[in-house]
């Protein structure tokens, strides 16, 4: 595959002839080719058969055309596999049958060293025998997240418990989320070695965090995610959500594109992240998720406006700022892709 793919010139922070676009949670719940085929299959075993999860990652290419393919997969599966009990609830997310709660509890999880990759590797290699020259983005949590999802009985909406372990258990938090770090990195290299091209590292709920818990308690342990990446010759999107006041820190973390969501425009968010003139990154989004369900005439122009945005930064890839909403109207989604396309 060339490094002149416009996917993967914009992800290094070039800026490409064509705009390149694809959604977060493409592979998924809002498409019906998905949902016929999750029918027998619950959520870990589509994500840990070979043949399904290739499908799955395939299917929007398929449909819109999209300049890459995600990964299919939860951000929990490589705990899955390394043995710990967690089920997937609808309307809840993963559930873990033995949380956290103290530090002896981080002793037990962390005895967990590692998981077979077999079938991971294995799905992203049919996946890109089909993929042919569209880029497969491998994926992982970031730690925190990874970790907000291990501690407590419950999860609160700014994650209280695990930000309260975090404060209370210092030593317990950096052995959990390095663990947690580790984790992620090799469920990274499981899909790089099955032919990905670049990674995304998801810090789904780092927007709880202040820039001083941000700095303390979880850059060092992203940078192992980002920098294992690296190591194995990928460039990474670092994505969060609820970020704007972190932006500049997460750039601190290595990678080379940063992901925005739609709460700030992409100049602002340009601003933030670049040090001076002669510093450029690459960003990544930031349609509001809410535009797939309002008119056209308001979803053209401010997709208009999102692709002016992006001309701030040194490269651009045009992305929803969060995941596609399972009740979103597909042909809209092709819509948006299509207008990106025409775009330049």
Not at 140 to 160: C, D, E, Q, V
Not at 183 to 193: C, G, T
Not at 234 to 260: K, N, T, W, Y
Request: charged share 20%; net charge negative; with cysteine.
């Amino acid at each position: 595959m060339s490094e002149q793919n416009s996917f993967l010139k914009a992800v290094r922070g070039l800026r490409p002839d064509k705009t390149p676009v694809w959604f977060m949670r493409q592979a998924g719940r809002s498409l019906p080719e998905y949902r016929r085929l999750r029918t027998d299959n619950d959520m870990l075993t589509a994500c840990t058969t070979p043949d399904l999860a290739a499908e799955i990652t395939l299917q929007p290419v398929r449909r819109y055309g999209v300049d890459a393919a995600i990964f299919f997969s939860d951000i929990v599966t490589p705990l899955y596999l390394a043995g710990l009990e967690v089920e997937i609830v609808p309307g809840k997310g993963p559930v873990f049958s033995d949380p956290v709660l103290d530090p002896k509890d981080v002793d037990r999880l962390t005895s967990h060293k590692g998981f077979d990759p077999d079938c991971i590797t294995q799905a992203a290699q049919i996946a890109c025998a089909e993929l042919d020259e569209t880029p497969l983005i491998a994926f992982a949590a970031a730690p925190f997240t990874l970790a907000s999802y291990l501690i407590g009985k419950t999860r609160s909406k700014n994650h209280l418990e695990a930000r309260a372990f975090m404060h209370s258990y210092p030593d317990a938090w950096n052995r959990l989320a390095r663990w947690c770090a580790d984790m992620s990195a090799a469920f990274l290299a499981a899909q790089i070695a099955g032919g990905a091209r670049t990674a995304q590292v998801f810090d789904s709920w780092v927007g709880d965090l202040s820039r001083a818990d941000y700095q303390k308690y979880c850059s060092e342990h992203s940078r192992v995610v980002i920098d294992s990446a690296h190591a194995h010759g990928v460039p990474v999107i670092h994505f969060g959500v609820g970020a704007a006041s972190l932006l500049d820190l997460m750039r601190d973390v290595g990678a080379e594109c940063i992901g925005v969501d739609w709460r700030i425009p992409l100049g602002e968010a340009v601003k933030l992240i670049e040090h001076g003139p002669g510093d450029r990154f690459a960003v990544q989004g930031n349609i509001d998720p809410a535009i797939l369900f309002a008119s056209q005439q308001v979803r053209h122009e401010h997709i208009v406006q999102v692709l002016a945005e992006g001309e701030k930064a040194a490269a651009h890839i045009v992305n929803l700022g969060h995941g596609i909403p399972p009740n979103a109207d597909p042909a809209i989604l092709q819509e948006i892709v299509d207008q990106v396309h025409e775009s330049r």
